[in-house]
């Protein structure tokens, strides 16, 4: 069993829709969760992290985290074709030199 | 924000020869770099970690006399493939970090496409 996991889509809405990412994770150790954004043969860029349970909110983004149900989710608010894109959510135990664990990614595609 | 370079960004290569991948925090001292190997469509794999000064520390599974990773300064950490070989073409992805903080201050660099031929 993978230590998280993530459905690799793709995902294909039209501009505007409202997107939900997922992700399931077995390691109750992991205290950050992040979601990274990743254009084609680009690097990750980080969008949002979260520190334990609880939901964050920036701009058209949310994310919350469950640790109890150890399930955590990305929502999109009027999504636009610039946030076509790969994105992958991403956990570690504990300090910023500690190993990321990184789903597969969810391909996303917003349709004009 | 924090700035992670990589070069080349891309970079084909004939089986059985080496090439180096640089990655450079330019604007921060990086005390621990971390590379990455991304296959198409796959997610991000951790290979090692590194710190300045010190060995690196390799993920299971990975050879580290095929991969050499030198991390000599607090810009500067090189990725070494030896003996390259088809199955090594990826995507390779350092990213690097101040040291102290939160996990999300992982800077990442913008990749290096090798094709080895």
């Known amino acids: 069993q993978k230590e998280v996991e993530q459905d690799p889509g793709p995902l294909s809405v039209p501009e505007g829709a409202i997107v939900s990412l997922n992700c399931t994770y077995s390691n109750s150790a992991f205290q950050y969760f992040m979601w990274y954004r990743q254009y084609s043969r680009k690097g990750p860029e980080l969008l949002m992290y979260t520190y334990s349970s609880g939901n964050k909110e920036d701009g058209r983004f949310t994310a919350q985290v469950d640790k109890s149900s150890k399930y955590i989710s990305l929502f999109i608010r009027d999504s636009q074709p610039s946030d076509s894109a790969t994105y992958l959510c991403a956990m570690s135990r504990l300090s910023s030199a500690s190993k990321i664990i990184f789903g597969s990614g969810t391909r996303l595609s917003i349709r004009p | 924000g924090a700035v992670v370079s990589q070069h080349p960004s891309w970079v084909i290569c004939k089986s059985g020869t080496s090439v180096k991948i640089e990655c450079r925090s330019l604007d921060f001292q990086a005390t621990t770099m971390f590379w990455y190997r991304q296959f198409p469509k796959q997610s991000l794999m951790l290979m090692a970690t590194s710190n300045e000064g010190s060995k690196a520390t390799y993920e299971q599974g990975v050879e580290k006399d095929k991969f050499l990773i030198n991390h000599a300064s607090l810009t500067l950490s090189t990725l070494t493939v030896t003996s390259a070989h088809p199955e090594d073409s990826s995507f390779y992805i350092c990213?690097?970090?101040?040291?102290?903080?939160?996990?999300?201050?992982?800077?990442f660099g913008p990749g290096t496409r090798l094709t080895v031929t």
């Open positions: 990213s690097a970090t101040a040291g102290q903080g939160n996990t999300y201050e992982q800077y």
